[in-house]
């Protein structure tokens, strides 16, 4: 094994012990946890902007939010009026469990049903690094091409929910949404699939609405 792979693993196993406690702690306490993931650009930020009101008037909803540098996104999930906290990776790539179990101390956890992670702008490394998470939903939009699915396998297997965005601009970008679908389902066909547009407003009460039935599930969850 070469040595640069050998760091890698260590690395990795150290973030998947903390990723477990995690998960454990999120059990515990009954939080649904989504780690939201796609290419920068995809408009996460704005689809949780969209659909957060709504569910934090049932339930308590934290956002924790990861980019290289400034708060911004953070900002504008406050000014929907949802906790948010930024975590700046000042470089890195993707968030990791210790930073996620770091930026827990900022909220009341005993009072929190659904904590969101939005991870950085990245479809690769994200994908190998569990943040202790109930399951990720990958975002695609659809200026980036509708072969995405397959040139970034790793991530779309690793998630149980695929969001094709801004799904009012297909018919401009020439982008075939079905294809795009096809390419997903052949890699991972248990995704769960939500075709959304901020702009229009279409499939955002649908994905609010499965995100409302996991945290449902979660709380009748006996955590045996
Ligand atoms: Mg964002
Ligand atoms: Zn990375």
């Known amino acids: ?16 012990k903390i990723a477990d406690e995690l998960r454990e702690l999120f059990a515990r306490k009954k939080i649904l946890t989504v780690n939201f993931v796609s290419s920068p650009g995809s408009g996460k930020t704005s689809i949780l902007e969209k659909i957060l009101p709504d569910l934090s008037k049932k339930y308590k909803i934290c956002v924790i939010e990861g980019d290289l540098e400034t708060e911004n996104d953070a900002e504008r999930i406050r000014k929907a009026g949802i906790d948010a906290y930024q975590i700046t990776t000042g470089g890195a790539c993707h968030l990791e469990a210790f930073g996620i179990k770091k930026a827990l101390s900022n909220f009341d956890i005993d009072n929190i049903d659904l904590l969101v992670i939005e991870n950085v702008g990245n479809l690769v490394c994200p994908a190998s690094f569990d943040l202790g998470e109930d399951f990720k939903i ?29 799904i009012d601009l297909a018919e401009y970008m020439e982008f075939d949404v079905n294809k795009c679908l096809e390419y997903a389902r052949k890699i991972n066909p248990r995704l769960v699939e939500f075709k959304t547009s901020c702009k229009t407003g279409e499939g955002l009460k649908e994905l609010a609405e499965f995100i409302d039935k996991k945290i449902i599930e979660k709380n009748a969850d006996t955590g045996c």
């Open 138 to 166: 990958v975002v695609i939009s659809t200026p980036e091409g509708e072969d995405k699915p397959a040139k970034y396998p790793s991530m779309i297997r690793v998630s149980d929910v695929i969001v094709i965005n801004k």
């Open 1 to 16: 094994m070469s040595k640069k792979v050998e760091v890698k693993d260590k690395i990795l196993s150290k973030n998947q």
